[in-house]
């Protein structure tokens, strides 16, 4: 190579893995490999010992990746948060042990832990309280986190007494259990938000979030794996004896870590888990190495971004070869067009594998496809596998390039892509069947109206005979009474239901109907700080975008797209009809009421009519104190909330099963 092709190649790979770096460390995205990554820093970091006239002060290979995001304090850490060199094979593992016992000599011990595939955290304890948690950051300060951790339930708050220091450090990893991310994952696909690609980058949006009530709803866990404290050396010789502590003194420690006396039982160690990791109910994707004795760690000190006396052996993901049959085009219920490879089923790690993701346009381009072409796919922490790269030596040489549609594959009408983001949308949101049907179908969900009686078949055979285009023909369903019953297998019971649900959804509370509405980036986060913030729908479009982002948590990108939404014609005109049909476009409940909780778990039907206060506020109250509304009474009912000239059947089957029979002073006391 030339010198000035060697300057191009640094200044390309430093760029590109600042690039990875940031993407992260900060979006929490991974973009490669961890494999490839540590493939481009080491190739960056022999050029770099061989040319070091190129080499930018900055490089990568100077810091550990990171930065800091601007939400939170920004904390020093005491002690920096390194990390570890990475080996891939038994080598390379054998060549550290000889590194270590060249200069500590032989009689070395290692503790050998799994490498959790998280974030780390620090957690610094006085007098036994948890005073401050702070994320890794760029290993040198990092955000101060303290109440999000805080609602993680194996972090201890305060510790019992015992002999820890009165001041230290306690270095974790932070991590979610796949049950947890796949059911929250559900929910958030269901409710039409951005799903996470693995537990870990779910877990570390949840610690960067701003609300520790919405962290708490999302479990996470924490293993501590390492103690610092100015006199930990007066207190333990080992970091063994330090993880035996620190499990007594009331942290969550790992039962998997092992005391290895040579190199095979450490080799044994991580031939063992590089299987047995599958049975495990959270992600690790390597195991890490430690010096044991403390005198020794400090004899061998530290590079300059990574100690000498620990060392991280990574999984390789699990990969195989197959070959692509085509490439579909899935449109959803926003219009977002998502590209899915299809393949000749192949075997990863336990589960066939028929179909992959391949995100968008870019990704395709980046991967240079080809029809027919043979790839190769990875499982890695993720649910759904990806391509990730191109075996381009088994490609024939009449190979025809894979080309993104221009058009909607679906209802033909030319894609869009908007400035600064990846993805394809079809704009034909009136007239794209999956975007209407996996619309309506997101407006009855639980989370939106809750209409029950309803489902999303129900919903598809009523868009193919034509009796459902937009949400307001729900609420003209009624007037269809007769079509609806020559559907097969709807009888009148089901129609009955159905209708019933649709009325009992009128009095869900403005937010519910907000995020039902389907606007794009609007989720349930979301839209209920809107309609907190604004009241109602009025106020909401009269506001400016730059009025809609001083609400708290609102970016622009939001604003912009709520303030399009409406001032759409089509949605102007929608949302009269979905009011005209009584749907709730005003927050009822005034901010100063505070909803509680003191009506959960019960449930209540209203029926009648109230002299003070119109049925769906009464709802909106139930709701928003904690309480669920049903449609009918059944012995499972916990109240009746009975009006004036409320049916007599309803009151005869109220009495006959016994069910408590109040009125609307009744619920105003029980909130009170
Ligand atoms: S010890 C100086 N132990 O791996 C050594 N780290 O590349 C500090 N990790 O940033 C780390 N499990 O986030 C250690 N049992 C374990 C670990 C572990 C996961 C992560 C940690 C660290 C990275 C090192």
Partial sequence: MMLADIQKKIVQLTDELHTYNYEYYVLANS??????????????????????????????????????????????????????????????????????????????????????????????????????AVTRGDGVQGDEVTENVKTIRNVPHQLKVGNYPDLFEIRGEIFMHHAAFKRLNTERELAGEQTYANPRNFASGTIKLQDPKEVAKRPLDCYLYFLYADNRRQLFASHWESLKAVENWGFHVSEHSKLC????????????????????????????????????????????????????????????????????????????????????????????????????????????????????????????PKVIAVNTEKRLPTAVPIIYPTVCPECHTPLIREEGEAVHYCPNDEGCKPQIVGKLQHFIGRKMMDIQGLGNETIETFFNLGLLRSFSDLYRLHEQKEQLETIERFGEKSI?????????????????????????????????????????????????????????????????????????????????????????????????????????????????????????????????????????????????IAGDKMGPSKLAKAEKLQIPIISDQDILNMIN
């Fill in 31 to 132: 973009v490669v490999s961890d494999y490839e990554f540590d493939l481009k820093l080491k190739e960056l970091e022999a050029l770099e010992n061989q040319y070091p006239q190129f080499k930018d002060p900055n490089s990568p290979t100077q810091r550990v990746g990171g930065d800091i995001t601007q939400k939170f304090n920004t904390v020093a850490h005491k002690w920096p948060m390194l990390s570890l060199g990475n080996t891939y094979n038994e080598q390379e593992l054998r060549d550290f042990d000889e590194r270590v016992r060249k200069i500590i000599g032989d009689d070395v011990q290692y503790v050998c832990e799994l490498k959790f595939d998280g974030l780390s955290i620090s957690l610094t304890y006085e007098h036994g309280k948890l005073i401050q």
């Fill in 261 to 384: 006396h040579n190199v095979q039982e450490l080799l044994d160690f991580v031939h063992y888990w590089d299987t047995a990791r599958h049975q495990l109910s959270y992600d690790i994707d390597g195991i890490v190495i430690k010096v044991n004795d403390y005198a020794q760690q400090e004899e061998l000190g530290f590079t300059a971004k990574s100690p000498r006396w620990a060392i991280s052996y990574k999984f390789k993901a699990e990969q195989a070869e197959t070959q692509l049959i085509g490439v579909s085009y899935q449109v959803g219920r926003t219009g977002a067009v998502t590209p899915v490879a299809n393949l000749a089923a192949v075997s990863l790690a336990g589960t066939t594998v028929r179909r992959a993701s391949l995100h968008n346009a870019n990704e395709i381009e980046r991967l240079g496809l080809h029809e027919n072409d043979y790839v190769f796919v990875e499982k890695g922490g993720e649910i759904i």
């Fill in 496 to 640: 009955k239901n159905m209708l019933e649900g649709l009325e009992l959804s009128k009095s869900k509370p403005f937010e519910k109907v907000l995020f039902a509405l389907g606007i794009r980036h609007v989720g349930e986060t979301i839209a209920k700080k809107l309609a907190v913030h604004f009241k109602n729908i009025e106020a909401m479009s009269a506001a400016s975008i730059e009025e809609m982002s001083n609400v708290p948590d609102i970016g622009e990108r939001i604003a912009q797209s709520v303030y399009d939404y409406l001032r759409d014609p089509h949605h102007i005109a929608e949302i009269a009809r979905l009011k005209a049909a009584g749907l709730q476009f005003e927050t009822l409940v005034n901010e100063t009421t505070p909803a509680g909780n003191s009506l959960a778990g019960k449930t209540f039907v209203i029926s009648g009519v109230f002299a003070d206060i119109s049925r769906e506020e009464l709802a909106e109250l139930v709701v928003a104190h904690g309480g669920k509304m049903v449609t009918s009474i059944s012995s499972k009912l916990s109240y009746l």
